[in-house]
């Protein structure tokens, strides 16, 4: 009898329903009872189990209810410390605040294995199980979720002589309930093919013509997974979004896989066109079109990436990394031999660059010792204007022109290293301007256009060196957008402040 092929059973061609049925019962005839227990994945739950359990938890050892931990700032907590062979399978947590972005970026999670003096995963413990910028929200995967306040991760953890879990508090805010449950399978021996589990975060701000890196190593291992949180400094585009996923393995001068666009990378696509999900493998958990903020996963779980001598991962920003000043946050998840290549040191300003609202430096105090080569300076209050502006008013440099310059003392507590972030203004009939540091350029250029008034937010200019005292700010007007043609006084400049923010060198 013939098989009509756009026959379907439960929507599934007949063909292969019956293709599939043909060869697990081959597999059954050749495999005998053992390979039917195993088929699901409840198949096999019935069979025993080797090895035994060590459970890690917060519980009271009184007996009483106060099932917690308090962490002050700058205390570390340890919430395993195993002797002997092991894998980590399950681990809970939940934290009171609750939703406090800073506890969720300064609380830093840190795994040893086998008595390691550098750890193989040190990551914020909000980014650890999945979700960026400080969020505490409700989502769903395979290997990591929140769910009804919540913490969980199942990646497999593995270890042959000891491991060690610990958090420190990195921030200013007390914890004053850290409840925690660790389960560990024991063995008496691990596969020797068994990896070690590593994560690891980065955080950076896009440079034109540079891409991002989430992860670069060396040794013997497997990618198993992406979180990457990513918001620019002016909301509300999405092209950042352009660039492609390079990956070079064991020292490839050429990217041996190139991707087309980095939601096409986490499963997605038309930048996130239907907005937030989760799935087992891939999913965006935030998409927030007024600040054009993107949360995203991907986890190689049925492909993992596999590496023999090294590995790095890359990604553009925009079509040709052209779009500089976005907040990359990463977390690379992967399985590898040791030793493992040196974490980059932590960043000392953990907070995502959303959460810095307002400048520490008042531009419109600063109007007396300022002083412009063509114009003339001005302090503007802003109360009239939709937006905020810090102190309610701006430094306004008015009837300037290319080429001009204003200069503004910028004082620093202590000499060293730090990152420049202004706030400025955007207008219709508002300049384009350069910075520059005690007479060399820093940063990217500003564009004051805009055709509302409003208020920049955060623009970073980078890492700078600054002496001890008093150094020279100078803000060069280069010119005027096009789209500001219509209007003869194209070159107004609004300064809101400026923010310093301590760096390691």
């Known amino acids: ?90 681990w809970w947590i939940t934290i009171a605040p609750r939703g406090e972005a800073e506890i969720l970026r300064h609380l830093i999670v840190r795994c040893y294995w086998d ?37 969980n991760a199942y990646w497999p953890m593995p270890f042959r002589r000891s491991a060690r879990i610990t958090v420190e508090n990195t921030g200013t805010i ?23 589990f590593h994560a690891q975060y980065r955080q950076e ?25 990513m918001q620019p400094e002016r909301g509300r585009a999405y092209s950042y979004l352009e660039g492609d996923e390079q990956i070079f393995v064991d020292g490839e001068k050429t990217p041996g896989i190139i991707g087309t666009g980095t939601e096409d990378y986490f499963s997605s696509g038309w930048y996130y066109i239907t907005g ?18 993107i949360n995203t996963y991907r986890w190689h779980i ?25 907040e990359y946050s990463s977390v690379a998840f992967w399985y590898q031999t040791h030793p493992h290549a040196a974490f980059p040191p932590l960043p000392e300003q953990l907070m995502p660059f959303a959460a810095i609202t307002a400048p520490s430096i008042e531009a419109e105090a600063l109007l007396e010792p300022a002083t412009a080569t063509k114009g003339s300076l001005r302090v503007q209050q802003m109360g009239g204007f939709k937006g905020e502006w810090s102190g309610g008013a701006q430094l306004w440099w008015v009837e300037a022109e290319p080429g001009a310059r204003l200069s503004i003392p910028l004082e620093a507590a202590e000499a060293g290293t730090y990152e420049l972030i202004g706030f400025f203004t955007r207008a219709q009939d508002y300049g384009i301007v350069r910075l520059l540091l005690n007479g060399q350029p820093v940063g990217d250029l500003v564009d ?11 623009i970073s200019f980078g890492r700078v060196e600054l002496k001890k005292g008093a150094n020279e700010l100078e803000v060069e007007l280069l010119g005027k957008d096009a789209r500001s043609a219509g209007y003869s006084n194209g070159y ?14």
């Open 1 to 90: 009898m013939a098989i009509e092929k756009n026959t379907n059973i439960a929507g599934y061609p007949l063909l292969s329903l019956l293709a599939t049925t043909f060869f697990t019962l081959f597999l059954l005839s050749v495999s005998g009872p053992a390979r039917a227990q195993s088929l699901g994945p409840l198949g096999d739950l019935h069979l025993a189990r080797e090895g035994g359990l060590a459970h890690y938890s917060s519980y009271d050892p009184t007996g009483g209810n106060n099932d917690r931990r308090p962490i002050a700032p700058g205390e570390t907590l340890v919430l395993a410390d195993h002797e002997g062979a092991g894998v980590v399978r399950r």
């Open 115 to 151: 008595e390691e003096e550098e750890p193989s995963v040190e990551v914020p413990v909000g980014d650890f199980f999945g979700m960026g910028f400080g969020e505490w929200k409700d989502y769903i995967s395979l290997p990591l979720n929140m769910t009804s306040g919540g913490y």
């Open 174 to 196: 007390p914890i004053e309930s850290f409840y925690y449950n660790i389960d560990i399978r024991t063995y008496d021996q691990l596969p020797d093919e068994s990896l070690y």
């Open 205 to 229: 701000r896009t440079r034109a013509g540079e891409p991002v890196t989430i992860l670069e190593t060396r040794g013997r291992g497997h990618y198993v997974g992406t979180l990457l949180s």
């Open 276 to 293: 937030e999900y989760s799935a087992p493998y891939h999913g965006v958990t935030i998409k927030d079109d007024e600040r054009g903020r």
């Open 302 to 326: 049925e492909d993992p990436i596999p590496f023999r001598e090294s590995f790095r991962f890359q990604i553009e920003h925009g079509g040709t990394n052209d779009t500089p000043g976005v």
């Open 448 to 458: 004051g256009y805009s055709p509302n008034v409003e208020p920049s937010g955060p």
């Open 492 to 505: 107004l400049v609004g300064i809101d402040g400026f923010l310093l923010v301590p760096r390691s060198s």
